[in-house]
């Protein structure tokens, strides 16, 4: 791995995070980032609006005496509504991408750095329930599918986790993982 140093998963504030999230979004679609597509997918797009209500909750757990209240309110509906369970102490970086947010699980410790793409049923957090420690993610990653990264590890900037991969060891950057238990596969050009 190049660095060690965390992703920049609070650099900004969360509307300029909102920001880069919706931008993503755009850059995905194909489409310009107005207000046609805001509307669209505030409405229609599930993982936008999970997205959304992240941001909020980084908002009101900054308000003080009810914005912890209201985030955990916030985050009760939004675990209920989407399927999802993402704890409130995980940090996102600016341009998160799920388009199908389903059943993703992320413990309270991890981080991910901007531009993450995380599809379905992935799930990051401990490797024993005993021991502390939540995944580390860099910037400009892609989780897979049903892909599980478990434990105090770090995956490196530009890796890419496949469909249903087990990660329980550190991924260098630029490189990807697959399989159960995950084997790193060498970049390629």
């Known amino acids: 791995m190049t660095s060690t140093a965390p992703p920049a998963a609070r650099a900004g504030t969360p509307s300029s995070r909102m920001r880069q999230d919706f931008e ?4 995905a679609a194909g489409r310009r980032a107005d207000f046609r597509l ?5 409405l229609l797009e599930p993982g936008f609006q999970l997205a959304l ?21 916030l985050w009760y509906a939004t675990t209920i ?3 999802c369970h993402i704890a409130t102490g995980a940090s996102f970086g600016g341009g998160l991408y799920m388009p199908h947010p389903t059943g993703i699980v ?4 991890a981080r991910l750095g901007s ?7 992935v799930t990051l957090g401990r490797r ?24 105090a590890i770090r995956l490196g900037d530009h890796v890419s986790v496949g ?22 596969l060498a970049p390629t050009a």
């Not at 805001?38 to 505030?42: E, I, Q, Y």
């Not at 550190?170 to 995950?182: E, F, K, Q």
């Open 24 to 27: 993503a979004w755009a850059r």
């Open 38 to 42: 805001a509307l669209r997918l505030v």
């Open 128 to 151: 024993d329930p005993d021991i502390a420690g939540e995944p580390t993610v860099g910037d400009h990653c892609r989780l897979g599918a049903g892909a599980k990264i478990l434990g």
């Open 106 to 109: 992320i413990g309270s410790g």
């Open 115 to 121: 531009h993450a793409s995380i599809f379905q049923q």
């Open 53 to 73: 209500s992240l941001r909020l909750q980084e908002t009101l757990g900054g308000v003080p005496l009810v914005g912890r209240p209201l985030r955990r309110l």
């Open 81 to 83: 509504g989407t399927g």
């Open 163 to 184: 469909a249903n991969a087990v990660v329980l060891a550190d991924v260098p950057a630029g490189h990807t993982a697959v399989g159960i238990p995950a084997r790193i």
